[in-house]
């Protein structure tokens, strides 16, 4: 399939640890925040949402943190397995109409 | 329910040349996008609708044209195609509902102009 980010900054853990994945937006105005994970060859899957009306909110193994002072957004991956290996970006937007992605982080998932 | 299906799956033009990719979806979405993938960069939009009959533009319009005429249907245009057009595009599509935006997108076109 498709390569995607073949130049993306790399996050490394081991099987069983928890991951941390940051992303830095730029619109102080959004107000919707999505995390996507991007396998190869495949489109984006939607992993889990926040609004600005919110600082935390928390998924199957999965938390979002929204920081609107520093615009900075965080995904936390609990117990991270090998299915979790892929390219995961960010996103924002106002009113769910224009969003704008981050680059991208790859997680690599050490057995 | 197929969810989002795009046409076709891998195409080659050469510069200058038109073509439609056509984006559809069987979840009755009001929201549709279309975004571009090169490698590594994030997705950018391209278009998107916020209904049938509307599309507005997104980060990258240029040289490209879309259409909504059906709530399904989203067609993304491109009248002479570039060698900077070689990409992936992906559609997405979403609803309104409790807050949620979240976005289901197609499996992607891998378009490459010579």
């Known amino acids: 399939g498709e390569s995607v980010g073949l130049h993306l900054p790399t996050l490394s853990v081991q099987e069983g640890d928890n991951s941390i994945i940051n992303c830095a937006y730029s619109?102080?105005?959004?107000?919707?925040f999505i995390w996507y994970k991007q396998e190869s060859g495949k489109g984006p899957q939607f992993i889990i949402d926040?609004?600005?009306?919110?600082d935390k909110r928390q998924g199957q193994r999965v938390t979002v943190l929204l920081n609107k002072t520093v615009k900075h957004l965080s995904l936390q991956i609990a117990a991270t397995q090998p299915g979790d290996s892929a390219v995961y970006f960010c996103a924002e937007s106002s009113y769910g109409q224009n969003f704008v992605f981050g680059p991208g982080t790859r997680l690599s998932v050490l057995p | 329910n197929a969810g989002v299906t795009q046409t076709p799956k891998f195409r080659v033009l050469k510069t200058g040349q038109s073509m439609t990719l056509l984006c559809a979806q069987d979840m009755n979405h009001e929201y549709m996008y279309w975004y571009r993938q090169d490698p590594g960069m994030g997705l950018r939009l391209i278009h998107y609708?916020?209904?049938?009959?509307?599309?507005a533009k997104g980060e990258v319009p240029d040289g490209y044209n879309v259409s909504r005429l059906k709530k399904q249907n989203f067609l993304l245009g491109l009248e002479s195609a570039a060698p900077s057009q070689t990409s992936v595009y992906f559609c997405?599509?979403?609803?309104?509902?409790?807050?949620?935006?979240?976005?289901?997108f197609g499996p992607g076109t891998r378009l490459t102009v010579l």
């Open positions: 619109n102080s105005a959004s107000d919707y």
């Open positions: 926040i609004r600005s009306n919110m």
């Open positions: 609708s916020v209904g049938e009959g509307t599309t």
């Open positions: 997405a599509s979403s609803y309104l509902g409790g807050g949620s935006y979240e976005q289901f």
